[in-house]
């Protein structure tokens, strides 16, 4: 049951898990064409700035979600090695992380329309008044109400999972195991460091990764039900969701197979 | 004679219920002394008192004194990870931490001083010296780079006593160290105690009177968190004073 992962068990488990990666990379190439396309004839995506306006989106998003994640893994941390097992505090965060998981995350987006996009009075799909048509306003353009609540969604949908996930993964690192080095003399902060962190490591990454792919794919909806409300297309729209779906894909994909590679023995040993 | 632990008037709590009651116990220097008595009597308690791992548990007070090594370990100017240092501790089911033999021995030496203050050999010879004191040289030699949890379990519990051999303890307490072993892994351990005795002193907590019997020299019986008779093992099994010990021992009850 609990056999030593080997050196070669584990390159063997590596390729097996690759596949979905090579799936993937397959299911990538029609997408990048599509971006790449400049034929706008052909594909509404493609004003000469979709590239950047794309890669622009795409670096927000993740540099939020990015410390959307850090700021659930600090707060996982102090929760669950830091504070009291009866803290009134920790059990009211907990079941407020409980609530927030547990709503499915296209209520976040439609959430994040009718609240912070209706603000930006860009889009006006809450009064259900055809978005404008003319130039000057732009939908989805980006200002900073729009922004606003773009990272708040993102932090929103993020961190409540991240901080699930991060516990689970803190939890999972023996208790025994977890005794005998502080009966070795070591500190908190470095059982922390020199033990339990290098264990869960893997499964807070692969936590993270899973929560952002959630974000992500909530996005792509969202934009794949837009351009089927509004056929024209005028922002790039069908470029952005290709490329969230693909982003979320890949996110998920990924931590999975990070728990299935390097998530060995580990944390889990009977 | 030496006492390497001593305790005056402890009492211990856990929230309202009373876990140790007025323990008064002196455990002689470099000698193997065993704790027995029922399931729930305050031994492990007692044990883990002394290397106050029972804090991390919250809602615990202690009363009394404890001195190892003429030190109260309950005074301010006591640092934990020192005390840790020198009272070790091994536990009911071998818990060897989840990377190589090889690091598992200079773990506690690692936590206990500066980055990168070891060289290779150095650390080398601690290793092959710690290994060889619980004669597991040789058979793990080639073996130093395998996870530590791979071994059988005889061997983890050995090398959980090893990884305790760098740090100098001068206390090695166990608690049921043998309750998950076979009875060859628990003959390996138990011949292992008798050779270091001497240089450490032992304290060990057992379920099982025979092993009691065989290893230690002093004995100590607890009941429902008091200490009710500590004599040379050989007196306490033939002539129990108390009535509850002569009842315990000649198995009536526990």
Not at chain 1, 129 to 147: D, G, H, K, W, Y
Not at chain 1, 154 to 164: A, G, N, R, S, Y
Not at chain 1, 207 to 224: D, E, K, N, V
Not at chain 2, 214 to 235: N, Y
Request: charged fraction near 20%; aromatic fraction near 8%.
């Amino acid at each position: 049951m609990n056999a030593m992962t080997t050196r070669a068990e584990r390159k063997q488990k590596f390729v097996l898990q690759g596949i979905p990666f090579i799936i993937f990379g397959i299911a990538a190439i029609p997408i990048w064409k599509a971006l790449k396309k400049t034929d706008a004839a052909d594909m509404q995506v493609v004003s000469p700035n979709v590239l950047s306006m794309l890669l622009n989106d795409l670096y927000i998003l993740l540099s939020v979600s990015c410390l959307a994640i850090l700021l659930g893994i600090v707060c996982a941390f102090y929760l669950e090695e830091w504070l009291p097992k009866n803290n009134w505090a920790r059990r009211l965060i907990e079941s407020h992380v409980a609530i927030l998981t547990s709503i499915p995350s296209t209520l976040y987006g439609i959430l994040a329309i009718s609240i912070f996009f209706s603000y930006a009075g860009t889009l006006k799909v809450i009064d259900g008044a055809p978005p404008a048509q003319n130039t000057e306003s732009i939908p989805f353009q980006r200002n900073t109400t729009l922004f606003c609540g773009e990272v708040l969604t993102f932090i929103f949908m993020v961190t409540p999972v991240t901080i699930k996930t991060t516990q689970e993964a803190l939890r999972s690192v023996a208790t025994p195991v977890r005794e005998a080095v502080f009966a070795l003399g070591a500190s908190q902060w470095q059982v922390l460091r020199q033990h339990v962190v290098p264990i869960a490591f893997i499964r807070i990454l692969a936590g993270g990764c899973r929560a952002m792919s959630r974000a992500f794919a909530t996005a792509a909806l969202l934009i794949g039900i837009y351009i089927w409300y509004d056929t024209t297309d005028a922002g790039g729209m069908s470029g952005r969701f290709i490329l969230f779906l693909a982003v979320s894909l890949f996110l998920s994909v990924f931590s999975s197979s990070l728990t299935e590679v390097y998530d060995s023995d580990l944390t889990q040993r009977s | 004679m030496n006492h390497s632990i001593e305790t005056e008037n402890l009492s211990l709590w856990y929230g309202d219920f009373q876990a140790l009651i007025d323990v008064n116990v002196k455990i002689p220097d470099g000698q193997i002394t065993s704790l027995i008595g029922p399931s729930g009597c305050g031994k492990t308690t007692l044990l883990r008192c002394f290397n106050r791992v029972n804090e991390r548990y919250g809602n615990v007070t202690t009363e009394g004194k404890i001195e190892i090594l003429g030190k109260n370990i309950y005074d301010p100017d006591v640092s934990l990870p020192e005390l840790r240092k020198a009272v070790g501790m091994v536990f009911q089911r071998p818990n060897p931490l989840p990377i190589s033999v090889y690091e598992n021995i200079l773990f506690g030496l690692r936590i206990h001083s500066p980055m990168r203050s070891l060289t290779r050999t150095e650390s080398d010879q601690i290793v092959e010296e710690a290994l060889t004191s619980v004669f597991l040289w040789e058979d793990l030699k080639d073996k130093l780079k395998a996870r530590a949890t791979s071994l059988q379990l005889e061997q983890q519990q050995k090398l959980c006593i090893a990884r305790l051999l760098p740090l100098k303890p001068k206390i090695i307490l166990m608690d049921e160290p043998c309750s998950a072993l076979d009875a060859k892994g628990t003959l390996a351990v138990e011949e292992l105690m008798e050779v270091l005795a001497g240089t450490y002193t032992f304290l060990i907590v057992t379920h099982n009177m025979a092993q009691a019997r065989r290893v230690s020299e002093e004995c100590i019986f607890m009941f429902l968190g008091e200490l009710i008779e500590h004599r040379e093992t050989q007196a306490l099994f033939d002539e129990p004073k108390h009535e509850k010990t002569a009842d315990y021992v000649q198995m009536r009850y526990g």
